[in-house]
Each structure stands twice: as structure tokens, then as C-alpha cells.
């Protein structure tokens, strides 16, 4: 066989074991389009928008851990699908993007859609390669892998040329040798043994990244069993692995002053696959960092440091029992009379089955749903990442192409869920098993809360008009419906409770509409 | 009065005359939604997805000559508006965004939504600063009002640390003074005049930019009085002012082989406005340049010099009549039995009022569309400058705020319309007079013919997955709906002739589906 040049990109990239494509494409990328379609065993997803497509490729790559393709199409193509780019490189997740781009010949014509494509790359990628000729397009495919799988991960981006995609012949490239997770050195884990044998204020354990999945909680499980240490989750975490007969973790608080006030009981904050917490935003007057007066930071490992591997050996370090401790029991909290964040965390905490994957975009709702979620079946719960909201859809359409025998459940902010909505589109066509629920407050929630913690004060209707979502109130179940995803409207706890074990039952997708 | 940065920013601009913000801000934008509150005779029209918001800015500014503010949180949401920032870029719109970032002191604690916004802006931008202190920040708002007011039209980026927005006290400055529009050089207009005195076989003149106003094309049909030209509008023109009464335009087809053989009878093809015509994508084997071999290229004006002031110069040199010939009567074309692009067009021609403003992202039905109208009433003709698609509703937007007292007319192909559906709340909130027809054929049908055109052959299924958005179709009635703007649907030509005439005399927004 003889290859072009995107036949033998696509190639290398199935031999290094990838099988996903998110798609996007125009008419710069119809050779990468036939590629794909001819290489076996690589399924294609087509996505209405590029933020979809993104987004979808990071929700796969969390729960798969390798990377997914992305098909975009130009600058603006990939413009389009940098917010969740930004999300995925937050989440360290491995995400290959295949743009196409003009004929190199084409460029200096300055056509319309002319752009500098890695221009475009580069503020949310951690790597931008063009390709330089059709010989050379394998070779960036396999680089693209190997950077894409720089451990956790990273985004990996490669400019096609159409005509390098066109014109052959060439061949695949064998996929490259990897670099094994970096060890945190053991004079590392000393230091934190001997910081754990000094403490004697209470330690908090703060998680981030690959130290929220089972292995490592387990270790720091261990930890808890030798000291009682508290397990705290970063407050944007890409994955964690929770529920009952996991250890048990908290969330830290959102607002800067609610986490200082959290952390303020221990002596020592020790820092594993994240860094010491700072606030998600600048407000006048207050601090940045969240570390209270008098703890004591010490660091285990970076988010791109083999965490699981540096807790067992801190516990073996410090003489801790091979079982963990502090595992949280089955638990399902009172939803209460009224049908609130809570309450919806606290149904979904009674039916949702084992092994279901959450994605979370709740923001306003964020605590209490995971708070009232803690005794849960173990589940995995899915975070942005990023801050760059329009995620949850789309995390969850790639989370159900990675694990299709798994529920999903997206729970869902309105505001948020605008930005990337034709998500649900490709939820209908490919007949995810994905819920999807709606908050539907009418409003960016947490603006208003916002606008009075910077200093704004007596804000007039020209301010609020920018915060809110009503004068038209969106109806979901309509947008759902033209879409092809099975929706309903509740407004009680009971309601909402029927409407979710009958959509966890349904095959495909569902989508529900709770008025807060 | 005390002002703090973003008062004084917002100030200034106002001072400018800049009255209308489009808007989808953040945590980070709180001052500036408060400065704009506060700032008397400052319209805020709410976007829910960036690209509604740049894209209504392009829109505003193509009908105004004069920018509107964008509202834009950080990198990200940024970056979810560079498309339609392209697209603006190339229109030569004016557009100010003013994008707010992090606290400049909080930037290095690598909080989530920590991002290179500058960079972000750079791709899409002819002008990007980062505004250095609170002082600083109306001086950068007065030098973004010059950027963005370089003839014709330039898009600058203010990026606004929240730190500087909040501190005081500062003060507004004086608007800049802007320059006047580059003038051609005689010795290029005498080139030009001795050109058409040389002409022995036919001249085109090939109109873009500013080239296609009122003013411009009345100097134009003195040419055609004179020496009998064609007028041709570039293919992707920004606001062509057409219909009956006006000289004549024909516009470039699309394909670069047709564009080709529609000019291969022309000796002399004259540009002004724009550049010699080149294919909007490289095909294997087919020519990038347009220019049929034999004919002779000549430079009138760049798309940065005063197009409308070189025709009239022109048309003087070569002692043309002071009247415009080859003015379009009113016609109106037998829409045909079948509810088509073209019948679609016929009947637009048939009830479109005169004033009339047509956003078109019609895409494939493009070509159609145009030539069934040439003979409506008089009207402004607004199309996809920069082949990033997505821009039809979000233009409508703009141009409905720029002009109330105008209908608007958005025919949007469906494909593109789900880039930037959201602007159908704008629509509804706002109560703009826009009527949306989408043209639902429930694919990417540009796609299934460029598939071809680049040489793809023997497609496969999961090849035409990617081009088909069938399985399930959009519902366009169902998200128009879901976003509170009336819509009905549409199959015959009796029923669209209908269903336009109730929403062109009804306030407020419509939307029609037209089922092709």
C-alpha cells in the first residue's frame, strides 16, 4: 500500500494505540476526513462546534488516560475549541489536535480564511509542531503521541498543511518509546516523613491530579490510618475517585476566605499532585495565597510527579498499616423539602449505580453537590478544571465514548451549559448513556455573588441585566428536543427523583430540566 | 467625580462616541460591568457565548463605521470569540474588546483560569495592549478608539487586569484624533485612466471593502457609463449597498474554476477595494490565482485606501458623465415550484422592504440567494468575510442594534447557524426586528461537494458521518423556542411567501425554518 501523507498520520497515531476521533472538519481537512475513514478501528465523533469536540476529547482522555484526536478545522476552527483546550491542559489530560490548515503553497495568497493556525496553538497547547511536508506528517503524528503522553499528559497539537495531507508517498512511523512517570526523589519523601513525624497540629493532605485515583488514595488511606490525616481535594480536580469504601476526602471550599477558614485547624498542609492553594480570583484587600498564618507547607509531589508512587512510599516511610483507614460509609443524605442543589446531590447519592462517571459544572451548586454525594456507590466526579466554563456537555460526551458501560451523569449549570450546548446533539447521534441535569436558576448565579465580593456596590439594572438569563427564561427541554435528547421539566424533589431512575434506566441519552 | 480604571476607560470611550457594549463578562469584568453601568447614554446588550458577542460587534460595525465595545472574560472567552473576530478582521470592522484578565499581582500564582491573553488576542487582532495601571487604562481605551478607527476599520485589544480596573483615582482623556483615509496616489489613478483608455476587450472592476457603499458604486456606474465595465462584488464581501435603483453588481463566483471561467472575457480586470481574486482553498492540481492567463491585473485601490474617492478620481480622469449607468431595475424572478435557495431569494426580493439588511451565511444557497435578489428593493447585503462560519446570527444581532428603525434578515444555512445559536436569545431579549431563515438540508452540504473537488474518492460511511448532520436532525423551530423567539416551519414556497410576509411586519424577532 502506499500512503499520502494524512493516510500515514492516521496510521502511526492507530498504531500507538489511539482509536478516537472527535471531529470538526471543513474543506482543508477532507483528506484527514478520508484517512480516518479508512484506517480500522478508529471510530469518528462529529461534534456540532469545536468547543465540543475539545471538551469531549479531555472527558476522554480522563477516563481513558490516552489521548483521543481532535479534527479541527484553521485558526478559527481551533480557535473555537481552545476554552476546553485550556480545561484539558489544567487537567493534565493527553489530547492530540490534528488541525488543518491551507496548502502551504496557499498561504501567501492571504485567502479569507488565512490565519496563523499555531499562533492560534500555542497560548493552550503544551506543544505546536507544522508539519513540513507529507514524508514529515507521520513523524509529527508520533512526536505529537509521544508529547501528548509526556506524563499525565499534555495537549499536543499539529498543523496539517493541506497539501502535506494529500500528496504521498510515504509510510507510518513506529510509535515512539515512552518516559515513565517522574519518582519523587526519596529525599523528598523524607522530608515529608520527618515533617509528619513533627506535626503536632492536626495535617491536612491536599490532592490534586493523579493522587485522587484509587492507587493513591489508598496510600493515603494508609496515612490516615498511621497519623489521621485529613484528605482534601483540590477544589478543580480532573478526576477523583470517590464514595463508599473509598477514603474519605473533602473538597476545599471555592471562596478564598471559606478555604482559609477551612485550612486554619492544621499545623501542616502537605501538597501531593498539586500546588499550595491560592484563590481563584483576585478580590480587593485580600490575600492571594490560602495557606492560613502558621501552617506549614511541605510538598510531596507536582501534578506531573508520580504521586500514587511517592504516598506509598511516605507510608511505608513513616511505618503506616497496609490498610487504609478513614473509609467513608454509604451514605445518602435528607434532600429536604424543596428541590435545591442539595436535594438534587442527595437523590442522585440514592440512585445513582456504581461505576457511574459525574461531570460536574454545577459551579454555584458545586459544594453542595459533592458534599451531599460523599456516601455515593464509588463513582468517578469530573471537575472543571480551568475555569473556562462551557466543559461539563462535552467532558461527559467524551467520558461516555471512553467508558460505554458506564452511566454518566452531567449536572449542569445553565448559564454554563449555553456556551457548549450542541453537545447534547452529539449525545443523540451516538446514543450516549448520558443524563443531563439542567440547573435552570435563570441566571450567572455566581456573578451576583461576585459583583458584591469585588466592591461593587449599589449596581444598577444595566449591571444586573448583564448577570442574569431571564426576560427570555431559557427552556432546556425545548433546546434538548431540537436536538434529538429526550427531555422533562421538574420542580419538586419527588419529581425529580422519578424522572432520574427513569432516565438512569433508559438506554441513550436524557435530559432533565430542575427548576431551582 | 473620582474615577477608578475601568470608569475612566469606559469614559473615555464614551467621549469617543462609542455607546453600545456587547457583553459576556465574568468575575474578572465586575468593574467594568459596574463602569458601564454607571456610564450614561451606554447601551449593554448580553451575549450567552463570546462568539455572539464579537460577532454582533463586526455586525454593529459594518452598519455604524464605528466600533461597539466587547465585554470578554480572560483568555478563554476570549479565545471563544476569536472566530468571529477573524471574520471582523477581514471585514476591516472597527471593533475595541476589552478583555479582562487576572489581578496583575495574582497572575504568578497560577491560578485555574490563568492564561497568555495577550497571546490569545494576537491571532485575530491588528492591535493588542495591555493596559499597565489604573492611570493607564484610559489612555490605552483613547489609543484603542484610534487603533480601531484606522481606516476603514481595525480590531484592538485592551487587555484590563481587574486590579487596574478597581483602583482609583484616575481620570478620562481627550479622544484621540483619527486620520483621514489614506488617499490613492494621482500617478495611480492616471495608471488606472490610461489602462481603461487602453482597454480593447472588456473591463472588470472588481469591487470590495469601502468600494461597495453607495458613494463608491454611484462613481463606479459613471465608469460604466463611460466605457461600459462590469461591476463585480468580491465573493466575501463585508456590506455591498444593492438592489434597485443602484448600479449593477454581479458577484465573483465561489469555485475558483468557475471564478476563473466568469472572467476569462474581461482584457482588463481593475481592483479596488480588494486584491487580485484568489481561491478561497487550494484543490490538487487547480491554480491558487483566479486571474485568467491574458488578462491584464491593475491596481486601483488596497482595502486600506479611499476606494469611493480613487473611482470618482478615475471616472473624472477619463471624463466619464456625472451620471451612473447600469442601474438594476426592480425585478423579482419566478421563484420556481420547489422550496429552494433560489425560491428562497425570489421571494425575499418579492416582500423585502426597502432599507432592508440581509445577513447572509447561506453557504451553498449563497450564490442563489444573491443573484435572486439583484433586483429587490434597495438594501445592505452583509456576508462571511472570513470563511469562519458561525457569523450569520451574531451579524443580524449587530446590525438589528445598530439600526433599529431597519429590518433585518438573517438566511443562515443550519450547519453554521449551531456554531452560534445562542444569538437567537439575544434576539428575543433585545427584541430585535430580525427574521432568521434557516435553511434546514440536515448536512454539511459544502463539505460533500468539496469532498470531491479535493480528491477524495470512494467515500465511506464514516467519512460521510462527519458531512451528514442527519441522525437525529436539528429541530430549529424546537431552539428557537427554547430561547424564546416565535418560529414556524416551512415546505412549500406558499408557505415561506406566508410565513415572511407575517414576521417582516410583526416587531420583534422570527424565525423560519425552511425545510430544503
Known amino acids: 500500500m502506499d500512503w499520502n501523507g494524512a493516510e500515514a498520520f492516521v496510521a502511526t497515531l492507530s498504531a500507538c494505540g489511539v482509536d478516537t476521533c472527535f471531529a470538526n472538519p471543513g474543506t482543508s481537512e477532507m483528506h484527514l476526513v478520508a484517512a480516518i475513514d479508512r484506517q480500522p478501528g478508529m471510530r469518528a465523533v462529529l461534534g456540532l462546534f469545536e468547543g465540543v469536540v475539545t471538551g469531549a476529547a479531555d472527558g476522554y482522555a480522563r477516563m481513558a488516560d490516552k489521548p483521543a484526536i481532535t479534527l479541527l478545522h484553521t485558526g478559527p476552527g481551533l480557535a473555537n475549541g481552545l476554552a476546553n483546550l485550556h480545561n484539558a491542559r489544567r487537567a493534565a489530560s493527553p489530547v492530540i489536535n490534528?488541525?488543518?490548515?491551507?496548502?502551504?503553497?496557499?498561504?501567501?495568497?492571504?485567502?479569507?480564511?488565512?490565519?496563523?493556525?499555531?499562533?492560534?496553538?500555542?497560548?493552550?497547547?503544551?506543544?505546536?509542531?507544522?508539519?513540513?511536508?507529507?514524508?514529515?506528517?507521520?513523524?509529527?503524528?508520533?512526536?505529537?503521541?509521544?508529547?501528548?503522553?509526556?506524563?499525565?499528559?499534555?495537549?499536543?497539537?499539529?498543523?496539517?498543511?493541506?497539501?502535506?495531507?494529500?500528496?504521498?508517498?510515504?509510510?507510518?512511523?513506529?510509535?515512539?518509546?515512552?518516559?515513565?512517570?517522574?519518582?519523587?526523589?526519596?529525599?523528598?519523601?523524607?522530608?515529608?516523613?520527618?515533617?509528619?513525624?513533627?506535626?503536632?497540629?492536626?495535617?491536612?493532605?491536599?490532592?490534586?491530579?493523579?493522587?485522587?485515583?484509587?492507587?493513591?488514595?489508598?496510600?493515603?488511606?494508609?496515612?490516615?490510618?498511621?497519623?489521621?490525616?485529613?484528605?482534601?481535594?483540590?477544589?478543580?480536580a480532573a478526576r477523583v475517585q470517590r464514595g463508599a469504601g473509598r477514603p474519605a476526602i473533602a473538597k476545599l471550599p471555592y471562596f478564598a476566605e471559606q478555604a482559609i477558614d477551612w485550612l486554619t485547624p492544621f499545623g501542616t498542609i502537605m501538597t501531593c499532585g498539586t500546588e499550595p492553594p491560592v484563590a481563584f480570583f483576585a478580590y480587593p484587600g485580600k490575600p492571594s495565597e490560602l495557606t492560613p498564618p502558621g501552617a506549614r507547607l511541605v510538598r510531596l509531589a507536582g501534578q506531573r510527579e508520580d504521586a500514587a508512587a511517592a504516598l506509598h512510599a511516605l507510608a511505608d516511610a513513616i511505618g503506616a498499616p497496609a490498610e487504609p483507614a478513614g473509609l467513608q460509609p454509604r451514605a445518602v443524605p435528607p434532600p429536604g423539602d424543596r428541590l435545591t442543589a442539595h436535594a438534587i446531590g442527595a437523590v442522585v447519592a440514592e440512585l445513582m449505580?456504581?461505576?457511574?462517571?459525574?461531570?460536574?459544572?454545577?459551579?454555584?451548586?458545586?459544594?453542595?453537590?459533592?458534599?451531599?454525594?460523599?456516601?455515593?456507590?464509588?463513582?468517578?466526579?469530573?471537575?472543571?478544571?480551568?475555569?473556562?466554563?462551557?466543559?461539563?456537555?462535552?467532558?461527559?460526551?467524551?467520558?461516555?465514548?471512553?467508558?460505554?458501560?458506564?452511566?454518566?451523569?452531567a449536572l449542569q449549570a445553565d448559564g454554563s451549559g449555553m456556551y457548549t450546548l450542541q453537545a447534547l446533539w452529539t449525545m443523540a447521534r451516538e446514543r450516549l448513556n448520558v443524563t443531563t441535569v439542567i440547573f435552570n436558576n435563570a441566571s450567572y448565579a455566581i456573578l451576583n455573588i461576585e459583583l458584591g465580593r469585588v466592591g461593587v456596590r449599589n449596581a444598577g439594572p444595566r449591571a444586573l441585566s448583564m448577570l442574569s438569563l431571564d426576560h427570555p427564561r431559557l427552556d432546556w427541554c425545548a433546546l434538548a428536543a431540537g436536538m434529538g435528547v429526550p427531555a422533562q421539566r421538574v420542580t419538586t424533589v419527588d419529581e425529580f427523583r422519578t424522572a432520574l431512575a427513569e432516565a438512569l434506566v433508559q438506554p441513550g441519552p436524557a435530559l432533565i430540566e430542575a427548576m431551582l
Open 98 to 236: 490534528m488541525v488543518g490548515d491551507h496548502a502551504s503553497y496557499h498561504l501567501h495568497f492571504n485567502a479569507p480564511l488565512t490565519s496563523d493556525a499555531a499562533g492560534v496553538a500555542r497560548p493552550m497547547s503544551d506543544w505546536v509542531r507544522v508539519a513540513r511536508s507529507a514524508r514529515d506528517l507521520p513523524q509529527a503524528g508520533a512526536e505529537a503521541f509521544a508529547a501528548a503522553m509526556a506524563w499525565p499528559g499534555q495537549v499536543a497539537t499539529v498543523i496539517v498543511p493541506a497539501d502535506h495531507a494529500w500528496t504521498g508517498d510515504t509510510a507510518p512511523v513506529a510509535p515512539p518509546a515512552l518516559a515513565a512517570a517522574p519518582r519523587v526523589p526519596d529525599a523528598a519523601i523524607a522530608h515529608a516523613a520527618d515533617a509528619l513525624r513533627a506535626a503536632d497540629r492536626p495535617v491536612a493532605l491536599l490532592l490534586g491530579g493523579r493522587a485522587l485515583r484509587d492507587d493513591a488514595l489508598a496510600a493515603a488511606g494508609r496515612i490516615v490510618a498511621a497519623i489521621g490525616a485529613q484528605l482534601v481535594c483540590e477544589t478543580f
Open 353 to 409: 449505580p456504581a461505576g457511574a462517571i459525574v461531570s460536574d459544572e454545577g459551579l454555584t451548586a458545586g459544594a453542595a453537590l459533592f458534599d451531599a454525594t460523599v456516601g455515593a456507590p464509588p463513582h468517578d466526579w469530573l471537575m472543571v478544571t480551568g475555569g473556562a466554563i462551557g466543559q461539563g456537555l462535552p467532558v461527559a460526551v467524551g467520558a461516555a465514548v471512553a467508558c460505554p458501560e458506564r452511566p454518566v451523569i
